[in-house]
């Protein structure tokens, strides 16, 4: 049998833009981005979430900007904000005009929704003078009416066609630090989308499956669709989208890449299902392991493990793991057994334990 290696993934070949200090495609680690979904007009509840956000390892942040006075709100953010913004604009390219003076290390915006070439050669030089970014964001549910008719409906192929166009819009415009996004809630029509244009184009790829729903189901579609894409070398940057609380679009969006072995964030904490050998709490365990190892930057595997019947074997693959019996739990550190702790007393011998090893 073949061995499966992520080192030899072969990531399809793009061109790197430099979001502030974050940079996009080429060789450079897939970037975690997410967005607010607070009013932009309120300072103190974005500048709030942006730097939740930050903390909890998002790299790159997005923010609406529905009008004027949340442009102007955009130099406060980025005066305040320890990661990049990007202002997300609908159609008023005087906003991303704005948000350019502003200081924003990316747009997203689409050049065909703006009107006359010249707006968008206006757009291109000011963006091009500040070494700013543009995302083409592509979704199938807001594609262009004559295409919508020429592909009988939000296709792969309405996506991919939609997206050439505005890409032709900005390299007339003499613009090339192009980021694309091809967005659909179906996640093969997004898989197949990104399938088609990653060898049509040079630009990096923003992956994500949108409007994916609430945080389970939104998390499992995500990681199929984004999961999929990634294991075949496509996306150089991912938002994972969800309705809710967007700390959690960053936790799921690292998970999927450290799943995979593209990124290392931490621990790895892996768990048994537990069955009916197993003699002690081990979910209450687990999910305090979890919460230790989320405070760990450093790529350990902590393995929790219900019984000696498996237990044993994969705790001694894992830098530290335990093993469950009778109210009592084996120690494993480096392989080696180094103790029998009573279960009430493992959480604090683990903590002990893990303090040793960093
Ligand atoms: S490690 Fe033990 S308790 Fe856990 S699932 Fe396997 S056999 Fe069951």
Redesign the pocket.
């Known amino acids: 049998m073949k061995t499966i290696n992520p080192q030899n993934l072969l990531r399809r070949v793009s061109r790197q833009v430099n979001v502030g200090s974050v940079a996009i495609g080429g060789q450079a680690p897939i970037s975690v981005q997410s967005m607010t979904n607070t009013d932009t007009r309120d300072k103190k509840a974005t500048l709030k979430q942006i730097l939740k956000l930050a903390e909890s390892g998002c790299e790159i942040v997005r923010l609406a900007v529905p009008d004027r006075e949340a442009a102007v709100n955009l130099a406060y953010f980025t005066q305040n904000s320890p990661v990049p913004l990007v202002a997300d604009i609908h159609f008023d390219y005087r906003l991303a005009l704005i948000a350019i003076e502003a200081g924003i290390a990316k747009l997203r915006i689409n050049p065909g929704n703006i009107g006359e070439s010249s707006r968008v050669k206006l757009l291109a030089v000011k963006a091009k003078e500040r070494g700013i970014p543009i995302r083409i964001g592509v979704n199938a549910g807001s594609l262009e009416k004559e295409l919508l008719t020429k592909y009988s409906g939000p296709t792969p192929e309405a996506m991919v066609a939609s997206a050439l166009r505005h890409i032709k819009l900005l390299e007339a415009a003499d613009f090339t630090d192009i980021v694309i996004s091809l967005k659909a809630s179906s996640v093969p029509a997004t898989i197949a989308a990104y399938q088609s244009l990653a060898g049509q184009c040079p630009y990096p790829l923003h992956i994500g499956i949108t409007e994916a729903g609430t945080w389970y189901k939104g998390s499992i579609r995500s990681a199929v669709g984004l999961g999929i894409l990634l294991w075949q070398g496509i996306g150089d940057t991912l938002r994972v989208s969800l309705t809710g609380d967007p700390v959690r679009e960053v936790e799921t969006g690292r998970e999927i890449l450290q799943s995979l072995g593209l990124r290392s964030f931490g621990a790895t904490v892996v768990s048994?299902?537990?069955?009916g050998?197993?003699q002690v709490n081990l979910e209450e365990l687990s999910q305090a392991v979890e919460t230790m190892a989320a405070k760990i930057d450093k790529p350990l595997k902590i393995a929790v493990?219900?019984?000696a019947?498996?237990?044993p074997g994969e705790a001694r693959e894992a830098d530290l793991g335990v093993a469950?019996g009778k109210g009592e739990f084996l120690i494993f550190r480096k392989g080696e057994i180094i103790k029998k702790v009573p279960e009430s007393e493992v959480l604090a011998v683990l903590e002990e334990e893990l303090g040793k090893i960093i």
């Open positions: 048994c299902p537990t069955c050998r197993c493990m219900g019984c019947v498996n237990g469950g």
